[in-house]
């Protein structure tokens, strides 16, 4: 059973800056994927970036040079530092993991409840 709590949303001026975190609790053998979602209203949710346990990422290409995802594996947090904010970029925000309950398990997604980022002048 895994938690995800995220943190960090606000609203900014376009080419303002936020970083979001996400912390993931409970108990569960580790942590695969961690990455992060977004969804505008009236659109479908997408990735923005994710991060294997090994530290690969893969961006939305829309993203890339203006957002950073970063994890500490110890503490189980998954971080995206957004830069350069642009109004398309407002959106909920939703830390999303694939997390291995057991080594015998396959893994299991878990969401967050969503942090509202806004970029807007």
């Known amino acids: 059973q895994v938690q995800l709590v995220e943190s960090g949303g606000g609203s900014v001026q376009p080419g303002g800056s936020l970083r979001l975190s996400c912390a993931a609790s409970g108990s569960f053998f580790m942590i695969d994927t961690m990455g992060w979602y977004r969804q505008a209203p009236g659109k479908q949710r997408e990735l923005v970036a994710d991060?294997?346990?090994?530290?690969?990422?893969n961006y939305l290409d829309s993203v890339k040079g203006r957002f950073t995802i970063s994890r500490d594996n110890a503490k189980n947090t998954v971080t995206l530092q957004m830069n350069d904010l642009k109004p398309e970029d407002t959106a909920v925000y939703y830390c999303?993991?694939?997390?291995?309950?057991?080594?015998?398990?396959?893994?299991?997604?878990?969401w967050g409840q969503g942090t509202q980022v806004t970029a807007s002048s």
């Open positions: 991060i294997t346990g090994v530290g690969s990422t």
């Open positions: 999303n993991a694939r997390v291995r309950i057991s080594f015998y398990r396959p893994p299991l997604t878990y």
